[in-house]
């Protein structure tokens, strides 16, 4: 697999983790940030989740309530985060 190519600082990991695991941020996004398909980011969400973690996030991408393909979106989703989502500052997210 291709995830050798390119190494990725701890910071950078976690945020394509964190951004796989978002429902309306789609891979072609983490694609467009990092370089990354789709089999790629599934690849690496392999290596550095748990198994059961990994199954629930597979489960959750593969059903209805995920949009993380373009395609498969409402036409009405436009944003990439929740519109109540305050701003992520040092890949945390900040309280209400």
Same mark, same amino acid.
């Given at each position: 697999?291709?995830?050798?190519?390119? *190494? %990725? +600082? &701890? @910071? &950078?990991?976690? $945020?394509?983790?964190?951004?796989?695991?978002?429902? @309306? +941020?789609?891979?072609?996004?983490?694609?467009?940030? %990092?370089?990354?398909?789709? #089999? &790629? !980011?599934?690849?690496?969400?392999? /290596?550095?989740?748990?198994? #059961?973690? %990994?199954? $629930?996030?597979?489960? /959750? !991408?593969?059903?209805?309530? *995920?949009? #993380?393909?373009?395609?498969? /979106?409402?036409? !009405?989703? +436009? /944003? %990439?985060?929740?519109?109540?989502? $305050?701003?992520?500052?040092?890949?945390?997210?900040?309280?209400?």
């Amino acid at each position: 697999m291709a995830l050798h190519k390119k *190494s %990725f +600082t &701890e @910071r &950078e990991l976690d $945020r394509i983790i964190e951004m796989a695991w978002e429902d @309306r +941020t789609p891979f072609e996004a983490i694609r467009f940030q %990092f370089g990354l398909p789709e #089999k &790629e !980011v599934i690849g690496l969400m392999r /290596r550095y989740l748990q198994p #059961k973690s %990994f199954k $629930r996030w597979r489960k /959750r !991408v593969n059903s209805g309530v *995920s949009q #993380k393909h373009l395609k498969k /979106r409402h036409p !009405v989703i +436009t /944003r %990439f985060k929740c519109s109540r989502q $305050r701003a992520i500052s040092g890949n945390k997210i900040s309280k209400r």
